[in-house]
């Protein structure tokens, strides 16, 4: 009797390869390569998370970075598929600014943060990579900016406030 381990009840995640690097150390015997991998995985409705794997071969490198991200997923706030205001993330000298979109418009942006808007299920938005366009540092960035968003039922139970109010 086969049996199959697949598990139904898991969510399908989306996995994106933002990176990768090859890095070389000079030893006596000559060059040794190791290989660095910059991946986001998101469900594609408000949960995305991203990891750095490192190995001595790609596909390695890869397991370990989604590996990575699946144990550092977040959830984000989202209004309907877009964000809910602007926002602007900053790590180290990564800054990314992030506008809400009309529908229709689509996903505006850079190659790191265009994997992050996908994976977390993003369809409209704008984004401008501002300073640094380090993979990394934009991603970390991004991540950053996304997690601070708030919602209006958020904001109006902070500031003890009606919805109505708030959005106006």
Do not use: W
Not at 20 to 28: C, E, G, P
Not at 110 to 135: D, H, Q, T, W
Not at 148 to 164: C, D, F, N, Y
């Amino acid at each position: 009797m086969a049996y199959n381990k697949t598990n139904n009840d898991a969510p399908e995640l989306i996995e994106k390869v933002v990176y990768l690097n090859r890095v070389s150390k000079t030893v006596k015997g000559g060059r040794v390569m190791k290989f660095s991998a910059l991946v986001v995985v998101g469900d594609g409705k408000g949960t995305v998370g991203y990891g750095l794997g490192k190995a001595a071969e790609v596909s390695e490198a890869i397991l370990k970075g989604i590996a990575d991200a699946k144990k550092n997923m977040v959830k984000v706030q989202l209004a309907g598929d877009t964000i809910p205001h602007d926002i602007i993330g900053v790590f180290g000298a990564g800054t990314v600014l992030l506008k809400p979109a009309p529908a229709g418009t689509g996903v505006i942006a850079g190659g790191a943060v265009r994997a992050v808007m996908e994976a977390v299920g993003i369809k409209n938005i704008c984004a401008k990579c501002l300073r640094s366009n380090n993979p990394q540092n934009v991603v970390k960035a991004t991540m950053q900016g996304l997690t601070t968003l708030r919602s209006p039922e958020q904001v109006a139970a902070i500031r003890g406030k009606t919805v109505e109010e708030i959005v106006g």
